[in-house]
């Protein structure tokens, strides 16, 4: 049986389904171990802002977890994220869900206003650039990466080129974290999950 979790968002007080039915959602749509480690790190940094926030730490992952899980299928500006939303709504996920998906990426039109939202778009990038930088240490371990390696990283143009600096700086300013500290704490948040993610170095550790 799902577990159903409510969670009020302004007027729009919908619950979601749990968690076991975003990750079977996940997986339907979703292939690539790329991507669905992508997920599961936007899902650790999310969760952990939700215990920062004193907020609904299963709702705020499950967002992280389904931001992206169209993607595969409908990369196009046109399709994503957009149906991806047709298909939660079909399943049952409320509209501040949705919204919350739908406002990661600027092209929608769907302003972030909610904490939920700008705590999604402070993640999504940086979890990318995290996992890059990772992936290029000596153990491809995300123990190895530090904010100041981070930092210098983020100013070589040639590395990780496709994740933009100015949507992890602005996402950061939005949401009120100072920079530093926002990598750090995303780093954290993925380090509880490193062996999933592939990124813990050695064997799992
Ligand atoms: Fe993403």
Redesign the pocket.
């Known amino acids: 049986m799902e577990a159903v979790l409510g969670y009020a968002h302004g007027n729009d007080t919908g619950p979601v389904p749990g968690r076991e039915d975003g990750l079977a959602i996940l997986h339907e749509f979703t292939d690539k171990p790329g991507l669905r480690a ?1 997920a599961l790190a ?1 899902e650790s940094a999310m969760r952990a802002y939700a215990r920062r926030f004193a907020e609904d730490e299963e709702a705020w992952g499950l967002v992280g977890l389904l ?2 899980f169209d993607y595969e299928r409908w990369p196009s500006r046109v399709d994503h994220p957009w149906r991806g939303s047709e298909i939660l709504e079909a399943r049952g996920y409320p509209e501040w869900f949705r919204r919350a998906i739908l406002s990661h990426a600027d092209y929608t039109g769907v302003r972030r206003e909610t904490k939920l939202e700008l705590a999604l778009f402070a993640c ?1 990038e940086l979890c ?1 650039f995290l996992t890059a930088c990772a992936l290029v240490t000596h153990g491809k371990s995300l123990r190895e990466v530090t904010v100041k390696s981070v930092r210098k990283k983020m100013k070589s143009r040639s590395f990780a080129a496709s994740v933009s600096r100015d949507d992890i700086v602005h996402g950061a300013e939005q949401l009120g974290i100072d920079l530093d500290e926002h990598i750090e704490f995303v780093r954290d948040a993925m380090q509880s999950v490193a062996p999933r993610l592939g990124l813990a170095g050695g064997r799992g550790g």
């Open positions: 992508h936007v931001h992206d999504d990318g």
